[in-house]
T-cell receptor, first 112, second 110 residues
Framework: SQTIHQWPATLVQPVGSPLSLECTVEGTSNPNLYWYRQAAGRGLQLLFYSVGIGQISSEVPQNLSASRPQDRQFILSSKKLLLSDSGFYLC???????????FGSGTRLTVV | TQLLEQSPQFLSIQEGENLTVYCNSSSVFSSLQWYRQEPGEGPVLLVTVVTGGEVKKLKRLTFQFGDARKDSSLHITAAQPGDTGLYLCAGYNQGGKLIFGQGTELSVKP
């Protein structure tokens, strides 16, 4: 069966520090991968998506970047965090032709 | 811009009551999905509705897709405390990306 792992679960970082969040999928190949951010437990905003290794599309301009160094690995990064980067970050995967997304358990990021 | 609007945003009811959550748009969607999210966890897919007028049941949850495929509803019969959570509807926009409504936060008190 397929599983998705996301870590860390919580993170408190000072303003101006770098960020690296990692997401890996097991049990499938060539997944479509997504990073979402959720503010205040409400709707999800799509940040990045990837349909293959090295292929990254950005949905909104921001202080963040994403990379996909391996087929089942998706990384969210920042060189210098801002207070506004605080939120709940969710990684998700799906396969082309499938309707639903499977989400990881999320990372709660607090920038102080 | 395609948007999904959910109502109500917050709902607090007693165990045993019935409730309906709505997801509306001015745009046509090829399908709509419903997710349930518990605090500190990622959303979990409950159902996908594809055909206009379609009704799907998942135990005490009934999902309906509007005939014009612009809206959907989630009805819970005899709510239980375990139904507490954030309910999100989602659909694919014209760019093929999954967009979400703002969610309905449901609290069922024993």
């Amino acid at each position: 069966s397929q599983t998705i792992h996301q870590w860390p679960a919580t993170l408190v970082q000072p303003v101006g520090s770098p960020l690296s969040l990692e997401c890996t999928v097991e049990g499938t190949s060539n997944p479509n991968l997504y990073w979402y951010r959720q503010a205040a437990g409400r709707g999800l905003q799509l940040l990045f998506y990837s349909v293959g290794i090295g292929q990254i599309s950005s949905e909104v301009p921001q202080n963040l970047s994403a990379s996909r160094p391996q087929d089942r690995q998706f990384i969210l990064s920042s060189k210098k965090l801002l207070l506004s980067d605080s939120g709940f970050y969710l990684c998700a995967w799906t396969r082309t032709g499938f309707y639903g997304y499977t989400f990881g358990s999320g990372t709660r990021l607090t920038v102080v | 811009t395609q948007l999904l609007e959910q109502s109500p945003q917050f709902l607090s009811i007693q165990e045993g009551e019935n409730l309906t959550v709505y997801c509306n748009s001015s745009s046509v969607f090829s399908s709509l999905q419903w997710y349930r999210q518990e605090p500190g966890e990622g959303p979990v897919l409950l159902v996908t509705v594809v055909t206009g007028g379609e009704v799907k049941k998942l135990k005490r949850l009934t999902f309906q897709f509007g005939d014009a495929r612009k809206d959907s509803s989630l009805h819970i019969t005899a709510a239980q405390p375990g139904d507490t959570g954030l309910y999100l509807c989602a659909g694919y926009n014209q760019g093929g990306k999954l967009i979400f409504g703002q969610g309905t936060e449901l609290s069922v008190k024993p």
